[in-house]
């Protein structure tokens, strides 16, 4: 048992800290991004999804790798690695000056991100033991509820008082104090049996993953899921997804490894967090629009909102061992999913007048479900392998939570899109034919285009919000559906109430006596 581990787990959850407060910071944002210059660089609806979705599908493409490397080199060089790598890319895309190079430097920071998440968890895995390591995965969650509050008030407080690249610098003081104190307390570990690195595996996903939600988006860019171009990049990513599949199946060294998912916990656990993912992910990149375009609020004050659903994570995730301690995986994480799904389903009751108390309950609700899905799985999934392949189990994890987040955005978006462009497009009847286009985009292309035309302009605006608080409410149910999918494979498929070693005792200790 490492005599600092605790220290060392603070370390590492500062590292954690970078990678999350990026894309929570992000998501503040979005509209200032959008907005044209000077302010920001005029980026589109499907523009701000690739600056997100670059970000997830290099790290999501990379995990798989960034996991064998950490395994085989030393988690700790990698993750000294990828943080100063994710740094240099946050300094360049705090300096970009177009969506396309804030699209590629963001890829830039995933390609670091990916070496530093995976390793994070490997390292805790190592340096702590069994009984102790719910405890410390529940801390570690715990950690991510904590980015998810600083992020959106940091970067509010940025934009209110510096140019939208400032969201993305803040991240270059935090890397340097962090590479110190990785130098100074994180050991080194690794795996004594290594397997070998698979190229062809990680092209193969990247390819795959990159077709799939390229189509996506181009649908809903189009609100036109039947167009060719749409249905053959979507069929093109499944098939080179389906090759991944049957190359890692046929592979002696794969990068995923697909044996582990006969057991049915550990898939089921994947599954639930892949799900709940592609739920919120989705649900969040809506309620930026809905907080700031139709409500009016300021990026800081739209930070603010997001206070109680990380107040909640921060206080349920270290403590959720207990409740599975009491009720079992299978119970609290199915309980966690029908709390998220309900609270997705609620935004489909939201307009432009709802009181903002009712947002803040809905967050702190959709906190506490977070809370009691991400400990567990992330336990459950940890613990079906052994320790040597901690940075294996991580990444997988990292994976799919990260695949499902960047289908989610895709996914979902891409219905948000479709659905607020068929609400719109009658009341766009009279602009020229390039500025309809155009103002059909999104609810904040639409506004743009109304503050330029001035006074003719505002009989826009009402209409902008009605149509994207329809395509919002539509959007919601979506995201509840899967969460409602998420709690059904929990239910028949994670493990019930289990017996712990403390009450075998006291059962052993109770037969000794009356003996």
Known sequence: MHRRRWAILGVLMLSLLIVVLDNSILNVAIKTISTPAPVGLGATQSQIEWAINAYTLVFAGLLFTSGLIGDRLGRKKVLLGGIAVFGIGSALAAESGSPGQLIAYRALMALGAAFVMPATLAVLMNVFEREEQPKAIGIWAGGVGLAIAIGPITGGALLDHFWWGSVFFINVPIVIIALVLMVWLVPDSRDPRPGRLDPIGVVLSVVGLVLLVYGIIKG???????????????????????????????????????SYFKNKVFSSAMAAIALVFFALMGVTFFSVFYTQSVRGYSPLQSGLLMLPLAAAQMIFAPRARLVVQRFGNKATTTAG?????????????????????????????????????????????MQALPREKAGSASALSNTFRQVGGALGIAVLGSVLATAYRNGIEDKLAALPAGLRDKAGDSIEATLGIAQKLGPQGKLLVGPADD?????MHVT??????????????TALYLPGRTRTDEQENEEEELVAALD
Do not use: C, K
């Open 476 to 489: 919601a149910f979506w995201g509840a559906g899967v969460a409602l999918i998420g709690a059904v494979i």
């Open 337 to 381: 999913l029908v709390v998220i799904a309900g609270t997705l389903a609620a935004f489909a009751t939201f307009d432009a007048d709802t009181p903002i108390w009712l947002l803040e309950v809905i967050f702190f609700l959709m906190g506490t479900g977070m809370a009691h899905i991400m400990t567990p799985t992330s336990v459950v999934i």
């Open 220 to 258: 809903g860019q189009l609100a036109d899921f039947t167009d060719p171009t749409v249905l053959a990049t979507i069929g093109a990513g499944i098939v080179v997804l389906a090759a991944f599949v049957v190359f890692e199946m046929r592979s002696d060294h794969p990068s995923l490894d697909v």
């Open 467 to 471: 149509a994207f608080l329809h395509a």
